[in-house]
Structure formats: C-alpha cells, structure tokens
C-alpha cells in the first residue's frame, strides 16, 4: 500500500488523474471503478479539465459504480447513477451508455446483484477503482462486519452512514434510504489498481486503520491491505492519526521517478 501525503487539494486531484491518464492512455477502453461522494470530487473535476483542454479522452472507456440506494425514484437526485452523471459523466467525453450501477429499482434485488457481477466480469474486470472511505472505515457501502469475501449484494446503512450522508438528503437522516446494493468486499478486491481519496479530520481514525490496523470486518477498508497494488492520498487532515506519516512522507520524497503509480 502507497500512501501520499498532499499538502493540497489539487494536487491529490492531480495525482490520481495522471493514474488515469497514464492508464487510459496505455488502454483506452479501460474499465473505471467510480465512487460517489464527496471525496472523488477532486479527481472528477481535474479529469474534466484535462478532457476539456483536449489531453485527455474517456470516450472509450467504460465505468462501474460501487453502490446504489435501494428504492429512490429513478429522477431522485441523490440515486447514485444520477449524482455520478452530474459529478464525473457529464463533465467527461465518456459515453453515458457505458457507465452502469447496480438496479436499486429491480423487482429482484438479488438477481440485480449477480447480473452486476457478471457485467463486471463480462467486462474484464474493472482496470483502476476510484475509492472513499466512510468514517466507520466502509468502502462502497460494506459497513462493518461485512464479510472480507463479499460481492455485490444487498446492505443495511449504519445509523452512523445515515447520519453521515444526511447533508444529501437535506439534512433528513430519516429520509437516507436504510438499505443499498453495494460491490462486495471481495469484487472490490478484484479491481487491478485501487486508488483511496480521503481528506478531512473526520476520516483520520479510518485512515489509521486502513493502513496500519489489524485486518478485521470491523474497519472494512483494512482489507485492502491484502490487494497487491493500492495507491491513498491523503490531506495533511486525514494523515493525522498515522504513526508511520514521516515515513511514507519521506518515501515519497524519495520515489524513483522510474517508478510511477
Ligand atoms: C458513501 C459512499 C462511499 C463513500 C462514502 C464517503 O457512503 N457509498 O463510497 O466513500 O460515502 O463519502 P465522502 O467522500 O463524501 O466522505
């Protein structure tokens, strides 16, 4: 696991969009694993610039999203495929018939789940996964306690997650849907390059154990720390908790340029 300090916003943006770029380049019709909230954000934003100055095209690339509510009205404006074509599509030149979620509308949730999976797979596997982190250590919406082996499935919100994304829902927990279709655990492994935004004091604690607790259900993102290639990028904010900050501060000072993401 890599873990980068950003002194700024932009420049974690930066980072990770020259991790697309770089792919994108080598395989155009590269498959993106996107994230909702308001973390990506940064990378989004930069990833438009760069398609809107013409040195970079999404136009044949193909993106998954992690998770989605269960039962908001296909026009909501917090359903996650419509938050993810105003944050990420429509800033980009990707085809929006080539960005798909799981059906949080489906009369057969569970059939909607595997059908999620084998596009995934049909696909050929997502090539870079964009990831947040809630602040009870979740990632896509594996709250704690969720199996490390996981797929695509369907979950009920903590209170915790609920009250966390109530600010969407106008400051309503009791309007956050109690249940989403999320990515397992274990399909978000799959993904071959995981790249973890996070900024912001409130995620410090989940950072901690991301990279330097004990593997356990209880903090599902430290199940990363058993996937071969992840890159985090922190703010100085979200690092405050590391015991090994000076390190991978100094490590990265020292990365060979040869040695990219
Ligand atoms: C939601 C999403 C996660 C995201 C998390 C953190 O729960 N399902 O994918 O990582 O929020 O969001 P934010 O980046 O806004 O803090």
Not at 54 to 69: C, I, Q, T, V
Not at 101 to 112: I, M, R
């Given at each position: 696991?890599?873990?980068?300090?950003?002194?700024?916003?932009?420049?974690?943006?930066?980072?990770a969009?020259?991790?697309?770029?770089?792919?994108?380049?080598?395989?155009?019709?590269?498959?993106?694993?996107?994230?909702?909230?308001s973390?990506?954000?940064?990378?989004?934003?930069?990833?438009?610039?760069?398609?809107?100055?013409?040195?970079?095209?999404?136009?044949?690339?193909?993106?998954?999203?992690?998770?989605?509510?269960?039962?908001?009205p296909?026009?909501?404006?917090?359903?996650?495929?419509?938050?993810?074509?105003?944050?990420?599509?429509?800033?980009?030149?990707?085809?929006?018939?080539?960005?798909?979620?799981?059906?949080?509308?489906?009369?057969?949730?569970?059939?909607?789940?595997?059908?999620?999976?084998?596009?995934?797979?049909?696909?050929?596997?997502?090539?870079?996964?964009?990831?947040?982190?809630?602040?009870?250590?979740?990632?896509?919406f594996?709250?704690?306690?969720?199996?490390?082996?996981?797929?695509?499935?369907?979950?009920?919100?903590?209170?915790?997650?609920?009250?966390d994304?109530?600010?969407?829902?106008?400051?309503?927990?009791?309007?956050?849907?109690?249940?989403?279709?999320?990515?397992?655990?274990?399909?978000?492994?799959?993904?071959?390059?995981?790249?973890?935004?996070?900024?912001?004091?409130?995620?410090?604690?989940?950072?901690?154990?991301?990279?330097?607790?004990?593997?356990?259900?209880?903090?599902?993102?430290?199940?990363?720390?058993?996937?071969?290639?992840?890159?985090?990028?922190?703010?100085?904010?979200?690092?405050?908790?590391?015991?090994?900050?000076?390190?991978?501060?100094?490590?990265?000072?020292?990365?060979p340029?040869?040695?990219?993401?």
């Amino acid at each position: 696991m890599e873990v980068i300090i950003s002194t700024t916003p932009d420049e974690a943006g930066r980072l990770a969009a020259d991790a697309i770029s770089g792919l994108v380049r080598r395989r155009p019709e590269a498959v993106l694993g996107v994230a909702t909230g308001s973390s990506p954000l940064i990378i989004y934003n930069e990833l438009g610039r760069r398609v809107a100055q013409g040195s970079l095209s999404l136009a044949n690339a193909r993106a998954f999203l992690l998770d989605e509510y269960v039962g908001l009205p296909a026009d909501h404006p917090q359903r996650y495929r419509n938050v993810i074509r105003g944050e990420f599509v429509d800033k980009v030149d990707i085809d929006p018939a080539q960005v798909f979620g799981p059906d949080g509308l489906a009369a057969d949730l569970a059939s909607a789940c595997e059908a999620y999976e084998r596009a995934i797979a049909d696909a050929g596997g997502i090539d870079l996964q964009i990831l947040g982190i809630g602040t009870d250590g979740h990632i896509a919406f594996n709250e704690p306690g969720s199996s490390l082996a996981s797929r695509t499935r369907i979950k009920t919100l903590t209170s915790q997650t609920r009250s966390d994304n109530a600010r969407f829902f106008g400051g309503n927990v009791e309007v956050v849907p109690q249940h989403c279709l999320t990515q397992g655990i274990g399909t978000i492994l799959q993904a071959r390059h995981i790249l973890l935004v996070a900024s912001g004091r409130g995620k410090a604690e989940a950072v901690h154990q991301l990279a330097e607790g004990p593997v356990s259900a209880m903090w599902p993102a430290t199940a990363l720390q058993l996937h071969p290639h992840v890159t985090v990028l922190l703010d100085t904010a979200a690092a405050s908790r590391l015991q090994l900050a000076s390190y991978y501060i100094g490590t990265y000072q020292g990365k060979p340029s040869w040695q990219g993401f």
